[in-house]
């Protein structure tokens, strides 16, 4: 079988999505997976083949904030549901559904797994009459968003004279929901198609390949002291202002603290910190996790990864879906959260000491590791996408 695996140019993604690749790759199919130029060497020094396809992240923004009113909005739930599926379906559909096209015809394949922010993929697919399926990155997104989205598509797919459904392609044959239970919004029940999957690997740390070996000092941290993870992702991480509020708001705690910038950022911009503060440019999470108390984070896809590991949060949203996620993280007892304009030292301070001091937020964290343990393995996954290709309809999961 030859799958074609497609998905924004972005870590928070690629990594999703990556278990699932692999373990097609590992069953003996053939496997490519395209985004936009810039992207793919990362991706090629995790193992994959790539094909360049769509706009990069950096252009879809700009082209996005040129032409969506709704990009004047202040970050927060409001912008996210109103201008970004209009970004995802509006801008940059249309350029990776046209490269996507053009893999299509070269390739041959047998079927098409997207990320569910990356909405190309199905009007490409089905302009080629071949079956796609969507994986999700994390929590359910509105439903409410996702017809936004869908009648934002919809003159593309009109175009292309293809229909995709309504809600962007989304749910019409296969949805791969690697959300667990205990974190994901109700509206999964109206998702017929929905089957759950684990998107998290924690035998194998994502990210590149010669950024998956441990620094030397992870291993002679203070065992007496607790450990705190800080890391705000890979695209609102640029102001290192922000890592010094937080590093201020800690320095005179008894604890050991690890800070990853990101892949290019330069660790000695946060110069000099004293000797039980880390800080390094990136670092695959999951090398790091199983050494740590607690996790402060941006709310991204990597929270089901630091919940995997058990370990409670406290978020600070920037953007995209971190607000959603992050009131997820807060009714699951698992996190606190501080907005944007919350964040300063006292307040960073009190949260953290909550989270280390509190076991209920430790246990409740754990409880969520066990619901991803118990989830479907990708080999289930492969399963479901050679049925998908045999029989091209609708997967209805089993009541």
Same mark, same amino acid.
């Given at each position: ?36 130029a810039d992207f793919c060497p990362q ?9 360049? +396809?769509? &706009?990069?992240?950096?252009?879809? %923004?700009?082209? +996005? ?7 004047? &909005?202040?970050? @927060?739930?409001? *912008?996210?549901? !109103? ?17 996507? +096209?053009?893999?299509? *015809? ?6 098409? &797994?997207?990320?569910? /922010? ?55 044959? $296969? ?9 994901? !919004? ?7 198609? +929905? ?29 007496? *002291?607790? /450990? ?8 609102? =991480? ?6 010094? /509020? ?15 910038? @990101? ?24 090398? &790091? ?7 402060? =984070? ?39 959260? $501080? %907005? ?19 076991? @209920? ?23 479901l996408l050679e049925r998908l290709a *045999? ?9």
């Open positions: 079988m030859r799958v074609v695996c497609t998905c924004l140019p972005g870590y928070g993604h690629f990594i999703p999505i990556a278990p699932l690749a692999t373990a097609l790759a590992g069953g003996g199919h053939e496997v490519v997976i395209a985004t936009a991706i090629e020094r995790a193992g994959f083949d790539t094909f360049p +396809a769509g &706009l990069s992240l950096e252009a879809q %923004l700009e082209r +996005a904030n040129a032409s969506i009113p709704e990009s004047a &909005l202040p970050p @927060g739930k409001e *912008r996210f549901t !109103s201008f970004v599926p209009r970004m995802l379906a509006g801008v940059a559909a249309p350029p990776r559904a046209a490269d996507l +096209a053009e893999l299509l *015809r070269m390739w041959q394949p047998d079927l098409l &797994l997207h990320d569910e /922010t990356e909405l190309g993929g199905p009007v490409a697919a089905a302009a080629a009459g071949i079956p796609w399926a969507g994986h999700s990155v994390g929590i359910l997104r509105p439903l409410s968003m996702l017809r936004l989205a869908g009648e934002t598509l919809a003159p593309l797919a009109a175009e292309w004279a293809v229909d995709v459904g309504a809600f962007a392609g989304l749910f019409r044959y $296969l949805y791969l929901d690697v959300c667990p239970p205990g974190l994901q !919004s109700g509206e999964i029940t109206d998702i017929e198609v +929905a089957h759950p999957l684990r998107g998290v690997d924690l035998d194998a740390p994502a990210g590149p390949a010669d950024a998956a070996q441990p620094p030397p000092w992870l291993d002679h941290l203070d065992p007496v *002291r607790p /450990t705190v993870y800080l890391s705000l992702g890979t695209i609102f =991480n640029s102001d290192p202002g922000i890592f010094r /509020t937080i590093l201020a708001s800690l320095a005179d705690e008894p604890i050991t603290v690890i800070v990853t910038l @990101g892949p290019d950022a330069d660790p000695a911009v946060l110069s000099p910190q004293p000797d039980n503060v880390h800080v390094a440019g990136f670092i695959p999470q999951d090398l &790091l996790l199983p050494h740590c108390d607690a996790v402060i =984070n941006q709310g991204g896809t990597a929270i089901l990864s630091i919940l995997a590991h058990g370990l409670p949060l406290l978020v600070l949203p920037r953007g995209a879906n971190q607000f959603h996620n992050a009131e997820a993280c807060v009714d699951a007892g698992v996190g606190r959260v $501080l %907005l944007p304009d919350e964040v300063d030292p006292a307040a960073v301070h009190r949260e953290v000491r909550l989270l280390l001091d509190e076991p @209920g937020y430790r246990e409740r964290a754990g409880q969520i590791a066990g619901q991803i343990a118990e989830m479907p393995d990708p080999k289930h996954g492969v399963t *045999r029989e091209a309809a609708p997967m209805v999961r089993s009541r």
